[in-house]
T-cell receptor, first 110, second 112 residues
């Protein structure tokens, strides 16, 4: 089965800087990969989906890259704000559904 | 939240008691999922449904059963709750099998 690795340690950055989160996976390369945001006490919310034939995808201050050779996706938030503080999960196709990583907590300080 | 509600939002129960959690959606999504989320484990799939009366097991299905008699409702039942089933349970829906999922607000279950 697919195994997903996200940095378990929280990422602390200053407001205005670019946050970069990593998602590594093993085994087969998925046809696409997704990123979700989860705030404390709430369900995950979909942010972006990138397909295997797309190297990069952007949405406002968010950018996702997908390197099928390295089996890695990078998730960037530019000009980060305290409101970006949350846990970010990557997810990719597993058996019949998505498999989620454990997530990385991002803390943006003013 | 794609019109997804979960009930109850919080529940405390005793070991050995049956518990049913309800997920209701208003989006007419074909797929529905039940996950549990625990520290150190992330989101783990319990059961999912790909249509009315069509369900299948996920990664951690032991001790759980599900039913889907209507498109909009997906029930998760703990036949005899155990302390290891203390968790936060999330329902999700989707229009296709492995693409974007929309999550409900979650149910916090404490089994004493």
């Amino acid at each position: 089965s697919q195994k997903i690795e996200q940095n378990s340690e929280a990422l602390n950055i200053q407001e205005g800087k670019t946050a970069t989160l990593t998602c590594n996976y093993t085994n087969y390369s998925p046809a696409y990969l997704q990123w979700y945001r989860q705030d404390p006490g709430r369900g995950p919310v979909f942010l972006l989906l990138i397909r295997e034939n797309e190297k990069e995808k952007r949405k406002e201050r968010l950018k996702v890259t997908f390197d099928t050779t390295l089996k890695q996706s990078l998730f960037h938030i530019t000009a980060s704000q305290p409101a970006d503080s949350a846990t970010y999960l990557c997810a990719l196709e597993g058996y019949s559904t998505l498999t989620f990583g454990k997530g990385t907590m991002l803390l943006v300080s003013p | 939240d794609a019109g997804i509600t979960q009930s109850p939002r919080h529940k405390v129960t005793e070991t050995g008691t049956p518990v049913t959690l309800r997920c209701h959606q208003t989006e007419n999504h074909r797929y529905m999922y039940w996950y549990r989320q625990d520290p150190g484990h992330g989101l783990r799939l319990i059961h999912y449904s790909y249509g009315v009366k069509d369900t299948d097991k996920g990664e951690v299905s032991d001790g759980y059963s599900v039913s889907r008699s209507k498109t909009e409702d997906f029930l998760l039942t703990l036949e005899s709750a155990t302390s290891s089933q203390t968790s936060v349970y999330f329902c999700a829906t989707g229009t296709s099998e492995q693409e974007t999922q929309y999550f409900g607000p979650g149910t916090r279950l404490l089994v004493l």
